[in-house]
């Protein structure tokens, strides 16, 4: 459980929320009850506490920094407020040793305290060191001053400019949070520590690019170097010019910043006594917008009308006010509003003062660009950025920034390589040049190089994230977790917090299959985008990331809920869809309603094929297609698939495409796919399985001797086998070879123990001594069958389906009862059996035939196999339900065949529906279906019988 859990609120960098969230749990954790959980919150405290202390809030957006200059110190608990929440749990007991308990609580809370260091009293060095560090840091005019760092180093606890000593650790981490010095200030620091002498020593415990940056700052001196409170204004400006030279100049953002702080408090003082004074409200705005008060900025603008003289800064900072919040739409508005203003200057001003507001132009396009670029409106932001004609140096090079953001954005990647190199040879190090140079050769897949620019991004602007972000979305698409992990904690020994770390870092998670803390971590980071408070603005792949976290933790709903949410942001995500599809498919197979779920997931993927038909989403619509029964649908992507890609393809598509084909009995092209599955092949069970259903599909096609030979070359190959024996005794028989056939058969009942093997042998047998009428000999093996106490219904019913053909109607019915009363889900519906059996006695069974049909059950929604549409047939017939039987006469072929059939058609619904039209009168349409299956089946004695009879008792009718 996080500390946040235990503290029951969300993450914070507020110590008077966390404070209060501590009060309200210590309220209801009661020491003696649970001395655990006292500990265990007490602790979760101290974290946060800490926590806070290191958090540093980045901003993205042209290079500010949020930088609390205030350094706020752990703030412990009075024992007086302590006791005010402890004591009353102990004054509602009534035992007299309360006092005693209250005593061990406060002695435990005092072991944390001291685990801390926190006793104020007995302060260690590391303490007095931070003490003194602050004060100094917290007053404006001392920190900017040289003067007062080297009368800090005078101090013992300083003195010795050891960096082996535990006070340097102390000062290493404050500095690295509160950096922002003059460059006076920074030379003091180096040559006291002698960084640069002890450089490989320092970058064993600390940042190589922390090091290097202290290096870099105390090796030039300062444009203003120390601060004046009379001029913050010009001090600010000064700063201001320095960061166009190089706007990731962190010391000159430091002294822009605490000259604007200043400011802001001589225009706070100027505004009460000028309330109405518009300018000083602009400039306030200004001061706000630099201190990142963005709220605080616009509510000064509300409603102001200023004069034309201060319209310029007036769009300007209200437009980047909007852009700093992130709101593009707002910001492009003002900003167009500016442009409109400047190019109506020259109707209302000198021409010397036109040209002057004239140089702005370069300026403004620069942002509109940068605007449309943000809202993803590449054409828009083009034709702005294009047409930009500035002769400012620091515009041109603004513009070829933008340039090189427009061409990655829309993926011309060439043109992306070559601006970012005319950028740096206009500016010899250009930190967007460099990271974009990175990101192009990441999407071109080429890591060296992407490797090499990020990390020269990396050194010229060490505390901006993107890098380090860059470099761990390598590592991690590479599989490299340990090197994502290592850049990852490079950057966070600066001390800086980023969004985007985080979100690696939960990927990370991710991989190692920490599939609940990865969720939790990047929950946190959608909370933080939606606050408008996060420096990742790559919103989709939060989203992302969060459903295949979801996936993982069975929450399919909630899953496809997150990539609804990416395609409402981009309708036209290239992947989505897919992962969406795969998503339903996910949720049929764990919580149900198969087919609807399916038909979602084909819905989904047919989308993808819209936008963008990458070969497995061919391959995975094939599957559903197979899923929802739309067969020709299916095959037509398989085929496609290995179109694309057969070596790729063939193992996973031909044995779905054998099995398509077989189901609407283009059995050659079965026989094909077959033959092409068996070559790829892995396992022997895979071959053995797909022998058996090649000469199934040879018998279908009554290519009996090629089913034969498939047959002996399985048992040559993997040794005997009872069901392949089975169906090689059934060639023999088709080919007229009956008495071969019946003893193989017998033998393989007779010798071999029970089990379905056998009962496929055995059901062959069956019907074999049911054509040729040995009724004696099917009894005889049933009852040798029986004696084992089989239970499976599939077995009487066999010997009753003998006796059926050859009219012993008693013994039939004897034994269909048998096969119907084991049969307790009524999953082959031998009442229908019975009920034709009495049709053909009505004289015998007249009454049991009206009870017994009432009893039936068919649902013509539970059909799977052909064998149930024979069930119908019956059925139908026995009832004159004639619309039924003409339905499934038409769509018999889409019905999957039975298990084991190898019958090109169905050759006993094929006589079934002969028979239904037989005793519907249609004695011509009953020949046609007669003569479908005895085309099927030629070699079966009871329909030629059957058909003989028919034949002449008609034609004497006619």
Known sequence: MSIWEILGIEYTTDKEAIKKAYRAKLSVTNPEDDQDAFIQLRRAYEDAVEQADRAYIYQDSFGFFDDDDEDEEYEEYEAEEEEEVIRPIYREQDDDNSDDEFRKLKNIDRYWRNRGNYNKENKSRKELAKDKLSALYNSYSKRVN???????????????????????????????????????????????????????????????????????????????????????????????????????????????????????????????????????????????????????????????NPSREDMCDYYHIQGMIYYKMKKYEQSLGIFLKWKSFLEGVAYHTSRADYIHELKKFGYVNYLIGECYLELKDYEQASAVIEKNLSRNHRDKVRINESKCKLYFSEGKFPLCISTCEDLLKDVEDNYVAYLYLARTYFYMVDYDNTVFYANKAKEMCVYLPQPYHLLARLYIATEQLDKATEILDEFKKLTI??????????????????????????????????????????????????????????????????????????????????????????????????????????????????????????????????????VFDAIKAYLKCLEIDEVKYGRDVYGPLMELYRRVD???????????????????????????????????????????????????????????????????????????????????????????????AYMILCEIYGDIGNLKAAKGIYEHVAAKNIVDCQVPASLAEAYFKNKKYEKARKYYLIAHNKDTEDKYSYLVNLCEL?????????????????????????????????????????TKRFKITQTVAKEYRRIQRCPNCPYEDCHKLLFEIGRFNEKNGHQDLAIIWFDKALEANPDNVYYKKYIEAHRKKYKKGE
């Open 146 to 304: 040289p003067n007062c760092w080297s009368e800090l180093f005078k101090d013992e606890l300083f003195m010795a400019g050891d960096v082996s000593d535990d006070t340097f650790a102390v000062f290493m981490k404050f500095i690295i949070e509160k950096y922002y010095l003059p460059k006076v200030v920074w030379k003091v620091i180096v040559d006291h520590y002698n960084i640069v002498e002890q450089r490989e020593k320092l970058v064993a415990d600390y940042s190589e690019n922390i090091i290097d940056m202290m290096i870099s700052n105390a090796s030039y001196e300062d444009k203003n170097n120390i601060l004046n409170e009379s001029e913050y204004a010009s001090l600010r400006d000064n700063y201001l010019e320095l960061l166009e030279i190089n706007p990731y100049d962190k010391s000159a953002m430091s002294g822009m910043m605490n000259a604007n702080s200043a400011l802001m408090e001589q225009y706070v003082k100027l505004m009460e006594s000028e309330p109405d004074n518009k300018r000083v409200k602009i400039e306030l705005a200004r001061c706000y917008f630099y201190n990142f008060q963005y709220e605080e900025a616009l509510e000064l603008l509300e409603d102001l």
């Open 666 to 760: 283009s059995l050659e092209d079965a026989i094909y796919c077959a033959n092409k599955r068996i070559e790829l092949a892995d396992t022997e069970d895979e071959k053995k399985s797909l022998f058996i259903a090649l000469g199934c599909f040879y018998e279908g096609k009554n290519k009996l001797q090629s089913a034969q030979e498939t047959y002996m070359e399985y048992e040559s190959t993997f040794g005997k086998s009872i069901d392949v024996s089975a169906y090689y005794a059934r060639t023999l028989y088709r080919q007229g070879k009956t008495e071969e056939a019946i003893k193989l058969l017998e033998t393989l009942v007779r010798e071999n123990s029970y089990d379905d093997k056998v009962k496929i």
């Open 838 to 878: 009495y049709s053909e006695n009505t004289f015998l069974y007249s009454n049991l035939l009206t009870q017994e049909l009432n009893k039936v059950n068919i649902k013509r929604s539970n059909t799977k196999y052909r064998g149930d549409l024979i069930a119908q047939v019956k059925y139908s017939r026995l």
């Open 497 to 630: 917090y980023s969004d985007g770390v985080a979100f690696y870092e939960a990927q990370i998670m991710y991989f190692k299959e920490k599939y609940e803390e990865s969720y939790c971590a990047v929950d946190k980071l959608i909370s933080r985008y939606n606050a408008r408070t996060s420096d990742y603005d790559e919103f989709k792949q939060l989203l992302l990331l969060k459903a295949e976290c979801q996936i993982k933790l069975k929450r399919i709903n909630d899953a496809i809920n997150s990539y609804e949410r990416i395609l409402d942001i981009d309708p036209k995500d290239p992947i989505v869809n897919a992962k969406i599809a795969y998503s339903y498919e996910t949720k049929a197979k764990e919580l149900g309603n198969y087919m609807e779920n399916m038909t979602m997931a084909v819905k989904y993927m047919e989308k993808q094929m819209e936008i963008y038909a990458f070969s497995d989403a061919i391959f995975h619509l094939g599957r559903f297609y197979e899923a929802v029964n739309r």
